[in-house]
């Protein structure tokens, strides 16, 4: 089970910090993701960590600006948003994988989403 947290409504710059826990299975087992979905969009992959937290990758429309980063111990993903833009605005997904990859079809537990809505 994926639980997300930590999303709200932030001006445009400024910065907000999603969590995920996870319980129920092994957490360093699986690759974690970040997706996003915004009204009458397709989801999209927003960000990607390996179970050891040794790899990253990250979307083009995001690098340098989120960072995805875990906590084994406390089975908790999180994603560290700066220079939050209106465009970041969408409902966040934390979602885990066997491999880590951008591929959607490949997660197979997802979270409920958490709302970041960020004003101009």
């Known amino acids: 089970q994926l639980q997300a947290s930590g999303g709200g409504l932030v001006q445009a710059g400024g910065s907000l910090r999603l969590s995920c826990a996870a319980s129920?299975?092994?957490?360093?087992?699986?690759?974690m993701g970040w997706f996003r979905q915004a009204p009458g969009k397709e989801r999209e992959f927003v960000a990607a960590i390996s179970g050891t937290g040794s790899s990253t990758y990250y979307a083009d429309s995001v690098k340098g600006r989120f960072t995805i980063s875990r906590d084994n111990a406390k089975n908790t993903l999180y994603l560290q948003m700066n220079s939050l833009k209106p465009e970041d605005t969408a409902l966040y997904y934390c979602a885990a994988s066997m491999r880590v990859n951008t591929d959607y079809d490949s997660y197979i537990y997802w979270g409920q989403g958490t709302q970041v809505t960020v004003s101009s």
């Open positions: 129920g299975r092994t957490f360093s087992n699986y690759a």
